[in-house]
T-cell receptor
Framework: GNSVTQMEGPVTLSEEAFLTINCTYT??????LFWYVQYPGEGLQLLLK?????DKGSNKGFEATYRKETTSFHLEKGSVQVSDSAVYFC??????????????FGRGTQLTVWP | ETGVTQSPTHLIKTRGQQVTLRCSSQ?????VSWYQQALGQGPQFIFQ???????GRGNFPPRFSGLQFPNYSSELNVNALELDDSALYLC????????????FGPGTRLTVT
């Protein structure tokens, strides 16, 4: 079946530190991979995505590369800011599934950045 | 362009009661999916509606039901509420054919006491 495993938090960093949040997946088909971010009291916002192997998704300084050989999609940012404090979710969507774009989420990683 | 909206924002119900949550999809989107996010967990897929028909269901009991209307807005109904139904309920819409990227609403926080 389809599943996502991501690094458990919480992750606490100082401003300008390097961020990595690990994510690995299991999929039966040909997944697209996503990172979503959830700020306190809000819904989910798409941060970045990649639809095939070796694609790199990027947005707002965040990057993640779709690695089929290691079934991974780790999130990285070179210099975090206080405003990056949020919960980050790794997710996959099986493009061959009958349910259009159904997402399978990891448990989320809480990131707190201190000034 | 108006995004996905949900109502109400917060809701408190008693165990055994019934609840209806509402979602207006983004303009031009004909597919709506519902997710349940328990505290400290990732969202779990409940079901999806495509052109007013249920198009897939996750591991949720039949007391979770839904509707989609001709304007593609949607309702989630939960009967016989249980304490474990307390969660954030998220609605997501997508354009459908050719693009399945999902756009999420802000959610409805349901508390069952």
């Amino acid at each position: 079946g389809n599943s996502v495993t991501q690094m458990e938090g919480p992750v606490t960093l100082s401003e300008e530190a390097f961020l990595t949040i690990n994510c690995t997946y299991t999929a039966t088909g040909y997944p697209s991979l996503f990172w979503y971010v959830q700020y306190p009291g809000e819904g989910l916002q798409l941060l970045l995505k990649a639809t095939k192997a070796d694609d790199k998704g990027s947005n707002k300084g965040f990057e993640a590369t779709y690695r089929k050989e290691t079934t991974s999609f780790h999130l990285e940012k070179g210099s975090v800011q206080v405003s990056d404090s949020a919960v980050y979710f790794c997710a996959l969507s099986d493009r061959r599934g009958s349910t259009l774009g159904r997402l399978y989420f990891g448990r989320g990683t809480q990131l707190t950045v201190w000034p | 362009e108006t995004g996905v909206t949900q109502s109400p924002t917060h809701l408190i119900k008693t165990r055994g009661q019934q609840v209806t949550l509402r979602c207006s999809s983004q303009s031009g989107h004909n597919t709506v999916s519902w997710y349940q996010q328990a505290l400290g967990q990732g969202p779990q897929f409940i079901f999806q509606y495509y052109r007013e028909e249920e198009n897939g269901r996750g591991n949720f009991p039949p007391r979770f039901s839904g509707l989609q209307f001709p304007n593609y807005s949607s309702e989630l109904n939960v009967n016989a509420l249980e304490l474990d139904d307390s969660a954030l309920y998220l609605c997501a819409s997508s354009p459908g054919q050719g693009s399945y990227e999902q756009y999420f609403g802000p959610g409805t926080r349901l508390t069952v006491t």
